[in-house]
C-alpha cells in the first residue's frame, strides 16, 4: 500500500512539473478593413495608429470573432478573408504568437470609438505607414496589398525604442505563399 501510495505521489509531481514548463501561447486576430475608396479604417491613441486586433481566447467561432472586431467599431464588414499566419517571437517569452491577419470590406455603420480608443478613422493606405508605428504591420499590409493569396512569415519583436517611439522588429523568415 504505502508503495502504490509512493508511486501516485510521485507520478503527481511528475504531471505538476510537466504543466508548469508549458507557456502561454495563444493566437491574435488582426482585421484589416477596407471601404469603397480604397481607405483603411485605423484606430488608436495619439502615440500611434493600427489596425484593429484582438486576443483570440473564445469561445467564438472564427467567423464570430472577426464580426465582432467590426461590431466594436460600429460597423457591418463582408468578404471576410484570411490573408496572413505569421509568428511573432516577442523577447521575454519563451513562445511565439500566433497572428491571423483578415481583411474585410466595410459593409455599413457608423465608427464607434472602441474601448481604450481616442481615435478611429479611416485613412488613405499610402499614409497609413507615417501613423502605424509598427513596422512589422506596416510590412505586413504592404504584403497583402501586393498579393492575393494567403501567406506566412515570422518576426522577432523587440521593446520600443525609446529614441523613436517604435517597436524594433525583423524578419526571421521571409514571407512565403501558403496557398
Known amino acids: 500500500m504505502k508503495r502504490l501510495i ?8 511528475y ?11 495563444y493566437s491574435f486576430m488582426k ?23 484582438a486576443r483570440y481566447n473564445d469561445s467564438l467561432s472564427i467567423k464570430e470573432f472577426v464580426n465582432w472586431m467590426g461590431d466594436r467599431m460600429g460597423i ?21 504568437t500566433l497572428m491571423h491577419y483578415y481583411t474585410a470590406e466595410y459593409e455599413n455603420g ?8 481616442e ?4 485613412v488613405e493606405i499610402s499614409k497609413s505607414v507615417d501613423l502605424i508605428h509598427f513596422d512589422e504591420m506596416n510590412k505586413i499590409i504592404k504584403k497583402i496589398n501586393e498579393c492575393d493569396y494567403l ?3 515570422s518576426f522577432r519583436i523587440w521593446k520600443t525604442d525609446p529614441i523613436t517611439g517604435k517597436r524594433k ?8 505563399k501558403l496557398n
Open 6 to 13: 509512493f508511486l501516485m505521489l510521485l507520478f503527481g509531481f
Open 15 to 25: 504531471l505538476i512539473s510537466n504543466g508548469q514548463g508549458r507557456k502561454d501561447n
Open 31 to 53: 482585421l484589416l478593413v477596407t471601404n469603397e475608396k480604397g481607405e483603411i479604417l485605423l484606430l488608436g491613441d495619439g502615440a500611434g495608429l493600427e489596425i484593429t486586433g
Open 76 to 96: 457591418k464588414i463582408k468578404n471576410i478573408r484570411l490573408r496572413g499566419l505569421l509568428t511573432f517571437h516577442y523577447e521575454g517569452r519563451s513562445n511565439p
Open 110 to 117: 457608423d465608427l464607434i470609438l472602441p474601448e481604450g480608443c
Open 119 to 122: 481615435i478611429i478613422k479611416w
Open 151 to 153: 501567406f506566412g512569415g
Open 169 to 176: 522588429s525583423e524578419p526571421i523568415e521571409p514571407f512565403y
